[in-house]
């Protein structure tokens, strides 16, 4: 497992700040992808031929794949990694080190150059824009931007992810209180889904798909800003809702136990134990003084 997270180096909305002011200033589309491939921040200056490709079905899968390959292979190799996109436009992936470890990278561009194919890492195969009717005039609209001016542009991105990656430098970017003010925020589609259904069975994969984060990712940002695991969080919900039920002194725990989303009331009883010291009816006659069903 990792041991540093993007977001624990540097405050990404702070982030987000820069790279908006250098997507416009260079008309080029960037982003950050974390270790795993997940997007942190979401394209700034999203060039509409590249928005408009994701919207095709058959597209943007490949443009993802493509996106988040290059950011690989430019943490593996330990480098920028130069591309061209099915459509022929010139992309680049920078890699995000910390203390040594991988921990994200710039993925952009989106862009017409001249650059020659021998100094690309990556060259997809051209796909003909006569098969996308909605591409065709978009991608004639594109301008035109020189090789020269597109290396120094990822140039800069080079700097900034060495800067990033410079523990002296960063380590005071932004307080404890403002990443678990970003991560909170982060989690809440999560934390209103749980909300709302934590009496079905919920699994990290979900969760983490309403976040756009991985799996992995969404663990360790909810229990370093939560204070618990996903699971230990939704127990103390249904053990919550049960006190309350058990509260009734006509309910009786299989009827709980089905009310908080457990379908066997042996189970539930073992749960209720772990998170209180007590069983269901033991709280019921030692808390709240009703007779034992």
Do not use: W
């Amino acid at each position: 497992m990792a041991k540093y997270a993007l977001n624990d180096i540097v405050s990404l909305d702070r982030l987000k700040l820069v790279l908006d002011s250098l997507a416009k200033a260079t008309g080029m589309n960037l982003c950050v992808l974390d270790a795993m491939g997940g997007t942190l921040i979401y394209p700034c200056n999203d060039i509409i031929f590249c928005k408009t490709a994701r919207e095709d079905a058959r597209l943007k899968p490949r443009c993802l794949r493509l996106a988040a390959h290059s950011c690989f292979e430019a943490g593996r190799l330990h480098k920028c990694i130069y591309y061209k996109c099915h459509f022929g436009l010139t992309g680049f992936a920078v890699p995000i080190f910390y203390k040594g470890e991988y921990v994200g990278a710039f993925c952009g561009g989106g862009a017409k150059t001249d650059m020659e194919e021998r100094k690309m890492d990556n060259v997809e195969a051209v796909m003909p824009l006569e098969e996308y009717p909605q591409l065709q005039d978009v991608f004639s609209r594109l301008p035109y931007m020189e090789a020269s001016a597109f290396v120094e542009t990822v140039n800069l991105v080079n700097q900034l992810a060495s800067f990033i990656g410079n523990f002296k430098v960063t380590v005071n970017m932004v307080s404890e209180g403002e990443k678990k003010a970003a991560g909170l925020n982060k989690l809440q589609p999560a934390l209103k889904y749980i909300a709302a259904h934590y009496t079905e069975k919920l699994n990290v994969s979900e969760l983490a798909k309403k976040c756009f984060v991985t799996p992995e990712y969404f663990s360790r940002l909810f229990s370093r800003v939560v204070g618990n695991t996903p699971s230990v969080y939704i127990l103390s919900l249904r053990v919550k809702k049960a006190k309350e039920l058990l509260a009734n002194r006509e309910m009786k725990v299989s009827a709980v136990a089905q009310a908080v989303g457990y379908d066997d009331p042996a189970y539930f009883i073992r749960k209720f134990k772990q998170a209180t010291g007590v069983t269901p009816m033991q709280y019921q006659t030692s808390v709240i003084g009703a007779d034992v069903r």
